[in-house]
């Protein structure tokens, strides 16, 4: 299920919400314009400096930051934290166990080469996060994380409550993670 799919689920049962598809693929927001009448945001790559100009009360984001290295991921978050009214819900996806699993058995390699996947698994063991690039693309790769890494890393960013991981809950193999802004 891509994210577009899921905003299909939320314009059926929240018909009156006014909605935002923020993308860097412009095909895919003019997509969710057309399709959903969402307000068009064409995001960019440095998350610090970019700012929508508004507030929400519910942020979905799915299979992004499962492709971000560990900074990306921060400031991700920080932007997430930045863009959410108090009270507002985030929900969001991220590799987990499973993936680690994957790499660990080459169950599923994501395309990436020995080297790439001991270095996600080395870095995963230090830190909780790990990440490695795709064969040659550049800041753009697999990352995975535990959720004592997602946990520790929101509460850097600010204050939330409610806070929820659903190991595998998307597909079978991201996990979901639902925070409330305080």
């Known amino acids: 299920m891509r994210a577009w799919q899921v905003l299909r689920?939320?314009?059926?049962?929240?018909?009156?919400a006014e909605l935002t598809a923020c993308d860097i693929n412009q095909d895919g927001v003019d997509f969710c314009k057309n399709e959903f009448?969402?307000?068009?945001v064409y995001s960019k790559h440095n998350l610090k400096e970019f700012n929508?100009?508004?507030k929400f009360d519910l942020i979905w984001c799915g299979s992004l930051a499962t492709h971000f290295d560990i900074n990306n991921t921060e400031d991700l978050l920080n932007f997430f934290h930045r863009h959410l009214n108090v009270g507002g819900l985030l929900v969001f996806s991220m590799h987990g166990r499973r993936v680690i699993e994957y790499l660990r058995t080459r169950e599923c390699t994501y395309f990436l080469d020995n080297d790439s996947i001991e270095k996600i698994l080395s870095e995963?063991?230090?830190?909780?996060y790990g990440y490695a690039d795709y064969p040659g693309v550049k800041g753009y790769g697999i990352s995975t994380a535990i959720p004592e890494w997602v946990k520790a890393s929101l509460e850097k960013v600010g204050k939330w409550?409610?806070?929820?991981?659903?190991e595998m809950a998307w597909l079978h193999h991201h996990d979901i993670y639902s925070v409330v802004k305080e």
């Not at 689920?9 to 009156?16: A, L, Q, V």
């Open 124 to 128: 995963v063991q230090e830190s909780g």
């Open 9 to 16: 689920f939320i314009t059926k049962f929240f018909p009156k």
């Open 161 to 166: 409550r409610n806070y929820r991981c659903a």
């Open 37 to 40: 009448r969402a307000h068009p």
């Open 52 to 54: 929508i100009g508004k």
